[in-house]
Nanobody, 114 residues
Framework: QVQLVESGGGLVQPGGSLRLSCAAS????????MGWYRQAPGKQREPVAT???????NYAQSVKGRFTISRDNAKNTVYLQMNSLKPEDTAVYYC????????WGRGTQVTVSS
């Protein structure tokens, strides 16, 4: 059974940084494209950053230059380094498998506030 477990969220001041982690189990992680999505209150879930198994990355325009997705296949973990955080980055962040069966983690809350 596939499990995706996010961690690393929290409360941070504007301009601060956080690193989210998503630990995967039950899959051959190195072959799986992964992504980070987020959902703010009252808004639809949206993609933030994705990385395929070849290492190609894509970012939402709103986070380009501030967020970085990376993975450690030996640890079955995908990361999201978030720098220069803004209040509008406040959301629940989800880890997502980008191929069938498109598993989701349960999410981790990120709150950017002074």
């Amino acid at each position: 059974q596939v499990q995706l477990v996010e961690s690393g969220g929290g409360l941070v001041q504007p301009g601060g940084s956080l690193r989210l982690s998503c630990a995967a189990s039950g899959i051959i992680f190195s072959r799986v494209p992964m992504g980070w999505y987020r959902q703010a209150p009252g808004k639809q879930r949206e993609p933030v950053a994705t990385e395929n198994s070849a290492g190609t990355t894509n970012y939402a325009q709103s986070v380009k230059g501030r967020f970085t997705i990376s993975r450690d296949n030996a640890k079955n973990t995908v990361y999201l380094q978030m720098n220069s955080l803004k209040p509008e980055d406040t959301a629940v962040y989800y880890c997502h498998r980008l191929n069938p069966p498109y598993d989701w983690g349960r999410g981790t809350q990120v709150t950017v506030s002074s």
